[in-house]
Protein backbone atom coordinates (compact mmCIF):
# COMPACT_ATOMS: atom_id res chain seq x y z
CA UNK A 1 0.00 0.00 0.00
CA UNK A 2 1.30 3.35 -1.01
CA UNK A 3 2.15 5.95 1.72
CA UNK A 4 0.76 9.25 1.93
CA UNK A 5 3.98 11.03 1.01
CA UNK A 6 4.44 8.40 -1.97
CA UNK A 7 0.99 9.93 -3.03
CA UNK A 8 1.16 13.15 -2.93
CA UNK A 9 4.50 13.33 -4.83
CA UNK A 10 2.80 11.48 -7.06
CA UNK A 11 -0.01 13.91 -7.61
CA UNK A 12 2.67 16.50 -7.50
CA UNK A 13 4.46 14.99 -10.84
CA UNK A 14 1.26 14.49 -12.27
CA UNK A 15 0.54 18.26 -12.00
CA UNK A 16 3.65 19.31 -13.49
CA UNK A 17 3.75 17.24 -16.04
CA UNK A 18 1.11 18.86 -18.34
CA UNK A 19 3.23 22.30 -18.28
CA UNK A 20 6.39 20.71 -19.43
CA UNK A 21 4.37 19.05 -22.14
CA UNK A 22 3.50 22.35 -23.20
CA UNK A 23 6.50 23.93 -23.12
CA UNK A 24 7.99 24.90 -26.62
CA UNK A 25 10.98 23.19 -27.64
CA UNK A 26 13.67 26.05 -28.81
CA UNK A 27 13.55 27.61 -31.88
CA UNK A 28 16.86 26.63 -34.48
CA UNK A 29 18.67 29.32 -35.12
CA UNK A 30 19.28 31.00 -38.92
CA UNK A 31 22.60 30.08 -40.28
CA UNK A 32 24.09 32.59 -41.73
CA UNK A 33 27.78 33.40 -43.10
CA UNK A 34 29.46 36.56 -43.74
CA UNK A 35 32.62 36.74 -45.77
CA UNK A 36 35.08 39.46 -43.25
CA UNK A 37 34.99 40.57 -39.83
CA UNK A 38 33.76 44.16 -40.80
CA UNK A 39 30.64 42.68 -42.84
CA UNK A 40 30.31 39.88 -40.11
CA UNK A 41 30.02 42.39 -37.33
CA UNK A 42 27.15 44.34 -39.50
CA UNK A 43 25.48 40.61 -39.67
CA UNK A 44 25.58 40.19 -36.08
CA UNK A 45 24.07 43.12 -34.62
CA UNK A 46 20.59 43.01 -37.27
CA UNK A 47 20.52 39.10 -36.79
CA UNK A 48 21.09 39.37 -32.73
CA UNK A 49 20.10 35.84 -30.80
CA UNK A 50 18.47 35.11 -34.17
CA UNK A 51 21.17 33.82 -36.05
CA UNK A 52 24.45 31.28 -36.00
CA UNK A 53 26.70 33.59 -37.61
CA UNK A 54 30.29 32.46 -39.60
CA UNK A 55 32.95 34.11 -40.66
CA UNK A 56 34.99 33.40 -43.61
CA UNK A 57 37.95 36.16 -43.22
CA UNK A 58 38.70 36.65 -39.38
CA UNK A 59 39.73 39.53 -37.67
CA UNK A 60 43.36 41.40 -38.93
CA UNK A 61 43.11 39.26 -42.40
CA UNK A 62 43.25 40.41 -45.74
CA UNK A 63 40.43 39.37 -47.75
CA UNK A 64 42.38 40.25 -50.95
CA UNK A 65 44.81 37.26 -51.11
CA UNK A 66 42.35 35.00 -49.14
CA UNK A 67 42.84 31.48 -50.07
CA UNK A 68 39.59 29.44 -48.91
CA UNK A 69 39.80 26.23 -47.12
CA UNK A 70 37.43 22.94 -46.96
CA UNK A 71 36.35 24.16 -44.07
CA UNK A 72 34.85 27.66 -45.38
CA UNK A 73 32.75 25.06 -48.33
CA UNK A 74 31.45 23.40 -45.60
CA UNK A 75 30.23 26.51 -43.90
CA UNK A 76 28.55 27.54 -47.08
CA UNK A 77 26.58 24.26 -47.60
CA UNK A 78 25.49 24.48 -43.98
CA UNK A 79 24.35 28.20 -44.62
CA UNK A 80 20.65 29.51 -45.62
CA UNK A 81 22.29 33.05 -46.24
CA UNK A 82 25.51 34.31 -47.36
CA UNK A 83 26.41 37.67 -47.05
CA UNK A 84 29.08 39.48 -49.61
CA UNK A 85 30.33 42.60 -49.88
CA UNK A 86 30.39 42.57 -53.60
CA UNK A 87 31.98 45.72 -55.42
CA UNK A 88 35.10 42.47 -56.39
CA UNK A 89 35.93 42.34 -53.46
CA UNK A 90 36.21 38.72 -52.81
CA UNK A 91 37.06 37.38 -56.30
CA UNK A 92 37.66 33.81 -54.79
CA UNK A 93 33.92 34.22 -53.17
CA UNK A 94 31.86 32.82 -56.43
CA UNK A 95 34.29 29.67 -57.33
CA UNK A 96 33.72 28.77 -53.27
CA UNK A 97 30.26 29.06 -53.34
CA UNK A 98 30.21 26.98 -56.56
CA UNK A 99 32.09 24.86 -55.19
CA UNK A 100 30.37 24.35 -51.62
CA UNK A 101 26.99 23.01 -53.50
CA UNK A 102 25.43 25.52 -51.21
CA UNK A 103 21.44 26.49 -51.96
CA UNK A 104 22.12 29.78 -49.70
CA UNK A 105 20.98 33.00 -50.64
CA UNK A 106 23.62 35.20 -51.48
CA UNK A 107 22.96 38.78 -51.00
CA UNK A 108 25.65 41.45 -51.80
CA UNK A 109 25.65 43.95 -48.80
CA UNK A 110 26.41 46.74 -51.00
CA UNK A 111 23.37 46.79 -53.37
CA UNK A 112 22.25 50.27 -53.96
CA UNK A 113 25.80 52.06 -53.30
CA UNK A 114 27.41 54.21 -56.12
CA UNK A 115 30.64 52.32 -56.57
CA UNK A 116 33.49 55.13 -56.24
CA UNK A 117 35.36 54.90 -59.20
CA UNK A 118 39.49 55.60 -58.85
CA UNK A 119 41.23 58.31 -60.23
CA UNK A 120 43.64 57.67 -63.39
CA UNK A 121 46.27 58.12 -60.99
CA UNK A 122 45.91 55.74 -58.82
CA UNK A 123 48.31 52.62 -59.41
CA UNK A 124 46.39 50.00 -61.19
CA UNK A 125 46.56 46.52 -58.43
CA UNK A 126 47.34 44.74 -61.65
CA UNK A 127 50.48 47.05 -62.41
CA UNK A 128 53.07 44.59 -60.63
CA UNK A 129 56.98 45.78 -60.71
CA UNK A 130 58.56 45.46 -64.31
CA UNK A 131 59.83 42.07 -64.23
CA UNK A 132 58.25 40.60 -62.08
CA UNK A 133 54.87 39.60 -62.43
CA UNK A 134 52.24 39.51 -59.55
CA UNK A 135 51.17 36.58 -58.14
CA UNK A 136 47.74 37.62 -57.42
CA UNK A 137 46.86 40.01 -60.53
CA UNK A 138 44.22 37.54 -61.97
CA UNK A 139 42.44 39.07 -58.79
CA UNK A 140 42.16 42.67 -60.21
CA UNK A 141 39.27 44.84 -58.98
CA UNK A 142 39.94 47.37 -62.08
CA UNK A 143 38.35 50.34 -62.17
CA UNK A 144 36.13 50.12 -58.80
CA UNK A 145 36.75 50.61 -55.30
CA UNK A 146 35.32 47.66 -53.12
CA UNK A 147 35.97 49.28 -49.50
CA UNK A 148 32.61 51.39 -49.24
CA UNK A 149 32.04 50.45 -45.73
CA UNK A 150 34.76 53.09 -44.80
CA UNK A 151 31.77 55.70 -45.67
CA UNK A 152 29.25 55.45 -42.75
CA UNK A 153 26.77 57.03 -44.63
CA UNK A 154 26.87 53.17 -47.09
CA UNK A 155 27.18 51.41 -43.57
CA UNK A 156 23.66 52.36 -43.08
CA UNK A 157 23.06 51.27 -46.81
CA UNK A 158 24.73 47.77 -45.97
CA UNK A 159 22.08 47.54 -42.47
CA UNK A 160 19.18 47.79 -44.78
CA UNK A 161 20.09 45.15 -46.75
CA UNK A 162 21.51 42.65 -44.45
CA UNK A 163 17.80 43.43 -42.32
CA UNK A 164 16.19 43.09 -46.03
CA UNK A 165 18.23 39.54 -46.60
CA UNK A 166 17.47 38.00 -42.95
CA UNK A 167 13.96 39.13 -43.38
CA UNK A 168 13.57 37.23 -46.48
CA UNK A 169 14.81 33.97 -45.17
CA UNK A 170 13.13 34.04 -42.05
CA UNK A 171 9.94 36.34 -42.22
CA UNK A 172 9.39 35.23 -38.56
CA UNK A 173 12.06 37.41 -37.17
CA UNK A 174 10.69 40.43 -39.41
CA UNK A 175 10.26 42.54 -36.46
CA UNK A 176 13.03 41.50 -34.44
CA UNK A 177 15.51 42.37 -37.62
CA UNK A 178 13.99 45.74 -38.22
CA UNK A 179 14.27 46.66 -34.19
CA UNK A 180 17.85 45.35 -34.48
CA UNK A 181 18.71 47.06 -37.79
CA UNK A 182 17.05 50.63 -36.41
CA UNK A 183 18.74 50.72 -33.06
CA UNK A 184 22.39 49.87 -34.97
CA UNK A 185 21.55 52.91 -37.57
CA UNK A 186 20.78 55.27 -34.62
CA UNK A 187 24.59 54.44 -33.36
CA UNK A 188 25.75 54.71 -36.89
CA UNK A 189 23.82 58.15 -37.08
CA UNK A 190 26.03 58.84 -33.53
CA UNK A 191 29.16 57.68 -35.16
CA UNK A 192 28.67 60.25 -38.57
CA UNK A 193 28.14 63.23 -35.69
CA UNK A 194 31.67 62.02 -34.45
CA UNK A 195 33.46 61.49 -37.43
CA UNK A 196 32.57 64.67 -39.27
CA UNK A 197 33.28 66.62 -36.06
CA UNK A 198 36.74 65.31 -35.19
CA UNK A 199 37.72 66.16 -39.19
CA UNK A 200 36.07 69.85 -38.72
CA UNK A 201 38.52 69.88 -35.80
CA UNK A 202 41.62 69.25 -38.04
CA UNK A 203 43.00 72.24 -40.25
CA UNK A 204 42.50 71.99 -43.73
CA UNK A 205 46.03 71.73 -44.53
CA UNK A 206 46.68 69.08 -42.76
CA UNK A 207 44.14 67.11 -44.03
CA UNK A 208 45.95 64.79 -46.48
CA UNK A 209 47.83 61.42 -45.80
CA UNK A 210 49.25 58.47 -46.72
CA UNK A 211 48.36 55.06 -46.17
CA UNK A 212 49.90 52.27 -47.25
CA UNK A 213 47.00 50.95 -49.68
CA UNK A 214 43.99 52.57 -51.04
CA UNK A 215 41.05 51.51 -48.59
CA UNK A 216 39.83 54.87 -47.31
CA UNK A 217 38.65 56.67 -50.77
CA UNK A 218 35.21 56.77 -49.49
CA UNK A 219 36.47 57.97 -46.66
CA UNK A 220 37.88 60.69 -47.81
CA UNK A 221 35.26 61.54 -50.41
CA UNK A 222 33.04 61.13 -47.69
CA UNK A 223 34.90 63.32 -44.80
CA UNK A 224 37.15 66.01 -46.70
CA UNK A 225 40.24 63.72 -46.56
CA UNK A 226 42.97 63.66 -49.62
CA UNK A 227 44.62 60.34 -49.57
CA UNK A 228 47.06 58.77 -51.31
CA UNK A 229 48.77 55.73 -51.27
CA UNK A 230 51.57 54.29 -52.88
CA UNK A 231 49.84 50.69 -53.59
CA UNK A 232 46.61 50.24 -55.35
CA UNK A 233 43.02 48.94 -53.93
CA UNK A 234 44.35 45.69 -53.73
CA UNK A 235 46.59 44.21 -51.27
CA UNK A 236 47.94 41.85 -53.73
CA UNK A 237 50.06 44.09 -55.56
CA UNK A 238 53.57 45.99 -55.16
CA UNK A 239 54.01 49.44 -55.32
CA UNK A 240 56.77 50.29 -58.49
CA UNK A 241 59.55 52.64 -57.76
CA UNK A 242 58.22 54.92 -59.95
CA UNK A 243 55.28 54.36 -57.54
CA UNK A 244 57.02 55.22 -54.22
CA UNK A 245 59.07 58.14 -55.84
CA UNK A 246 56.18 59.82 -56.63
CA UNK A 247 54.96 59.85 -52.97
CA UNK A 248 57.92 61.09 -51.64
CA UNK A 249 57.75 63.88 -54.17
CA UNK A 250 54.34 64.58 -52.92
CA UNK A 251 54.89 64.26 -49.88
CA UNK A 252 57.31 66.90 -49.49
CA UNK A 253 55.86 69.25 -52.04
CA UNK A 254 52.51 69.49 -50.53
CA UNK A 255 54.07 68.80 -46.99
CA UNK A 256 52.04 65.96 -46.14
CA UNK A 257 52.17 65.45 -42.10
CA UNK A 258 51.79 61.77 -41.50
CA UNK A 259 51.81 58.40 -43.21
CA UNK A 260 49.62 55.58 -41.73
CA UNK A 261 50.02 51.87 -41.42
CA UNK A 262 47.27 49.52 -41.93
CA UNK A 263 46.50 46.09 -39.42
CA UNK A 264 46.48 44.13 -43.36
CA UNK A 265 49.45 45.31 -45.02
CA UNK A 266 53.41 44.98 -44.63
CA UNK A 267 54.75 47.88 -42.52
CA UNK A 268 57.88 48.51 -44.63
CA UNK A 269 56.41 50.50 -47.20
CA UNK A 270 55.23 52.90 -45.28
CA UNK A 271 58.58 53.10 -43.07
CA UNK A 272 60.53 53.64 -46.20
CA UNK A 273 58.49 56.70 -47.56
CA UNK A 274 58.36 58.64 -43.75
CA UNK A 275 62.03 57.59 -43.70
CA UNK A 276 63.02 59.25 -47.16
CA UNK A 277 60.26 62.15 -47.03
CA UNK A 278 60.64 63.37 -43.11
CA UNK A 279 57.23 62.90 -42.64
CA UNK A 280 55.96 61.13 -39.21
CA UNK A 281 54.39 57.23 -38.88
CA UNK A 282 51.39 58.13 -37.54
CA UNK A 283 49.91 55.10 -36.90
CA UNK A 284 48.03 51.87 -37.50
CA UNK A 285 44.62 52.50 -38.87
CA UNK A 286 42.05 49.32 -39.30
CA UNK A 287 40.74 49.19 -43.31
CA UNK A 288 39.91 45.59 -44.36
CA UNK A 289 39.01 43.68 -40.77
CA UNK A 290 38.34 44.05 -37.76
CA UNK A 291 41.16 43.94 -34.86
CA UNK A 292 41.19 40.49 -32.46
CA UNK A 293 40.12 40.49 -28.72
CA UNK A 294 42.72 42.17 -27.56
CA UNK A 295 42.45 44.95 -30.41
CA UNK A 296 41.06 48.24 -30.03
CA UNK A 297 38.61 47.71 -33.48
CA UNK A 298 37.02 44.83 -32.49
CA UNK A 299 33.47 46.11 -33.83
CA UNK A 300 32.62 48.69 -36.90
CA UNK A 301 32.15 51.53 -34.56
CA UNK A 302 35.45 50.78 -32.12
CA UNK A 303 36.94 50.96 -35.90
CA UNK A 304 36.09 54.16 -36.94
CA UNK A 305 36.15 56.09 -33.57
CA UNK A 306 39.98 54.60 -33.15
CA UNK A 307 41.05 55.40 -36.81
CA UNK A 308 39.39 58.75 -36.17
CA UNK A 309 41.51 59.25 -33.37
CA UNK A 310 44.77 58.12 -35.03
CA UNK A 311 44.01 60.50 -37.66
CA UNK A 312 43.32 63.74 -35.22
CA UNK A 313 46.38 62.84 -33.22
CA UNK A 314 48.41 63.43 -36.01
CA UNK A 315 47.37 65.86 -38.26
CA UNK A 316 46.55 68.26 -35.90
CA UNK A 317 49.94 68.68 -34.08
Avoid at 7 to 21: K, N, R, Y
Avoid at 36 to 48: A, E, P, R, W
Avoid at 191 to 217: M, W, Y
Avoid at 276 to 293: C, F, N
Wanted: charged share 25%.
Amino acid sequence: MLSRRTLLAAALLLGASPALAQSPAPTAKLPVVASFSILGDFVKNVGGDRISLATIVGPNSDTHVYQPTPNDAKKLAAAKVIFVNGLGFEGWMDRLVKASGTKATVVVATKGITPRERSKDEPQEDEAPKGKKDAHAGHDHGPIDPHAWQSVANAKIYVANIRDGLIAADPAGKDVYTANAAAYTAKLDQLETEVKAAIAAIPEQNRRIITSHDAFGYFGDAYGLKLLAPEGVSTESEASAKDVGKIIRQIKTQKIPAVFLENVTNPRLVDRIAKESGAIVGGTLYSDALSDDKGPATSYIDMERYNIRQLAGALTK
